[in-house]
């Protein structure tokens, strides 16, 4: 890389560098964020910097980029044979664990599929044909990105949605408020209530028939042991209406199409379902004969995704709890058996943090996430993990990687691992060698 790719490597990796020594002095991730999230010009160097190191200086010098790699990788899933080899594995699982599906298999998307793009800054993903893209990042890079803090957008929850895992003597049926609550950042809470599979009553016809607005022919996906917990038909009736390509298009603009100002709200195709649309705002409203030009995404609609990416977006975050929280967020936009795609960079040799990726495979099952492929490449690790259709068997995959994880003799570098959190966090290598990590190359 040449001076200039250097300096703006330098910026980026400055900026995760502060945060998380921020984060380490003052122990308070809300505060330490609150305050950068605020520091406008921080932000937009970082942006610049961002995209030119991505867009001049990355890609003359890779085999495989890290946007390659996540196209390739969502392709094997969804079109190669990914999809159904983790179906029979899944489903090979349960049967030797005496288990049944909370959800029904996915089938192949027959429409576009909605991706999301978390940390997006500037769309990487855009071109893709038959992706549909929603970017979200802090500070975009460009207008076809929507300004918004994953952190701390809310996600709206198909109705009826019970938190079956959460015991349900505690918790039985929580209120979007209250679930946003125990699934945020309060992880004392989480902890004393203890991750159990829970045996929600199974919904009778009458209160699925009564909960769903239309296309009562869903419930036969029902599994009729009772003993499972309730699949929730809703999950199929958004997959029935997602918006095609065409239609979302003036929404979510390509490169090539992007129009110089983008639609407000009113302008949205009528078709798209207002509960399962990402919520938009104009950034700047105090003038409203100008338009804006950038928009806010405040919420997102749950269980609505085929993919979601963090592509190099964990690193960017000080603390191993708002990690955690990011990939709890991505697990409830995704579909059943859709996948969550992550790059994290990395140009040491393929072990010399592999203990740190065993860790990250034990908290997402925790969280209910099987991992579907892993690779090692020359600037990353590259890593896709599928909403399970089981979550009690990703829990007995956890706790067989507990029991793994702390036999193992760990490195002295990583001895500060507590294992009590494991399932709530999620570390990097940087949180343990800050000083003589380099592990940031890209
Ligand atoms: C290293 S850049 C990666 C950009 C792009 N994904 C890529 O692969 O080139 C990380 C990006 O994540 C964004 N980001 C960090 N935390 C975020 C959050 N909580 N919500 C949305 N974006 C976030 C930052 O603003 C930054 O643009």
Request: hydrophobic share 30%.
């Amino acid at each position: 890389m040449n001076a200039e790719g250097k300096r703006l490597a330098h910026i980026v990796k400055r900026t995760h560098k502060r945060l998380r020594r921020k984060y380490k002095e003052e122990r308070d991730e809300q505060t330490v964020w609150t305050e950068h999230i605020t520091k406008e010009e921080e932000l937009q160097c970082y942006s610049n910097s961002m995209v030119t190191l991505a867009t001049q200086h990355w890609p003359s010098q890779q085999v495989m980029s890290r946007v390659d790699w996540c196209y390739q990788a969502v392709c094997q899933y969804y079109q190669g044979d990914g999809l159904s080899q983790a179906n029979e594995k899944e489903a090979r699982k349960m049967s030797h664990l005496n288990l049944s599906p909370l959800y029904t298999s996915p089938q192949r998307p027959s429409t576009v599929l909605q991706v999301l793009d978390v940390g997006s800054c500037y769309n990487p993903f855009s071109h893709y044909p038959n992706w549909c893209v929603t970017a979200i990042d802090l500070y975009p890079a460009n207008k076809s990105v929507k300004k918004g803090d994953f952190l701390n957008i809310t996600i709206t929850e198909p109705h009826n949605k019970h938190l079956y895992y959460i015991d349900p003597e505690k918790i039985s049926t929580v209120t979007p408020e209250e679930e946003e609550k125990i699934m945020g950042s309060e992880f004392e809470d989480v902890k004393k209530i203890e991750y159990k599979i829970v045996k929600p009553v199974l919904p009778t016809k009458q209160n699925i028939v009564s909960e769903i607005p239309t296309k009562t022919e869903q419930p036969s996906v029902l599994p009729t042991n009772p003993n499972v917990a309730s699949v929730l038909p809703t999950e199929s009736i958004i997959a029935l209406e997602i918006p095609t390509k065409q239609n979302i298009a003036p929404v979510f603009p390509t490169k090539t199409e992007e129009p110089s100002v983008l639609p407000t709200k009113p302008e949205q195709p009528s078709e798209l379902p207002t509960t399962e649309e990402p919520s938009l705002l104009p950034t700047k409203t105090e003038h409203p004969s100008e338009l804006p030009t950038c928009q806010e995404i405040l919420t997102l609609p749950g269980s609505f995704y085929d993919v979601v990416i963090f592509s190099l977006l964990l690193e960017y975050l000080p603390s191993p709890g708002q990690r955690l929280a990011c990939c709890r967020k991505a697990y409830r936009v995704l579909k059943p058996g859709g996948i969550l795609a992550l790059i994290t960079p990395d140009s040491k040799h393929q072990n010399a943090n592999a203990h740190v990726y065993k860790l990250w495979k034990l908290s997402l099952s925790y969280l209910g996430f099987s991992r579907v492929k892993y690779q090692k490449c020359a600037h990353f690790h590259g890593l896709v993990f599928r909403k399970a259709l089981c979550f009690e068997a990703c829990l007995h995959d956890a706790a067989r990687l507990m029991q793994d994880v702390k036999g193992v003799q760990v490195k002295g570098k990583f001895a500060r691992i507590d294992y009590d959190k494991v399932k709530y966090e999620i570390y990097i290598p940087q949180d343990f060698n800050e000083d003589e990590s380099d592990s940031e190359k890209e």
